[in-house]
């Protein structure tokens, strides 16, 4: 079962092709045990190229969280706005990569340097989470745009 993680964290999406091509991603929900949904922008690479082999791998770290989601992705909404769309992920597997002799005390701590930018997050996440909702998930968590914006 896909785990819950924290609001804001920055995840790694990783497509498959003649050579494996990761990116990070900021704006990355759990949808329910077996799904999770990120958003691209409609002009990444990475966004062809699931197109082209659905298969993905998406890594998760933050506290007392190490996993990667193994599974086939799909463009589920063209429409998230701003050229942005949402992807789901039918996830087939978990590497969970925790282990008794290291604790993970933080993810990638990050954040906006441009307010119109933190906007823009701050509307896909609501998408994504409106998403998510639509697919029977409990409504995810959103990153906590007053005291820190978080980047894509």
Known sequence: MLPDW??????ILATAGEVPHAIPVS????AGPQQALV?????????????ADPRV?????ARDLAMTAHGRAR???ESLGDGVVAVEIEVDDIQDHDRPTF????????????AEAAERDAEVHAAL????VSRGAVAPT???????????
Do not use: M
């Open 6 to 11: 924290p609001a804001g964290t920055v995840t």
């Open 75 to 77: 463009v589920i909404d």
């Open 142 to 152: 959103l990153p906590d745009r007053g005291r820190r914006a978080h980047r894509a």
């Open 27 to 30: 704006a990355a929900v759990r």
């Open 129 to 132: 989470a409106r998403l998510a």
């Open 103 to 114: 604790a993970i005390e933080s993810g990638v701590a990050w954040r906006w340097t441009d």
């Open 57 to 61: 791998a998406l890594t998760i770290v």
């Open 39 to 51: 958003a691209l922008a409609d002009a990444r690479r990475s966004l062809a190229r699931l197109r």
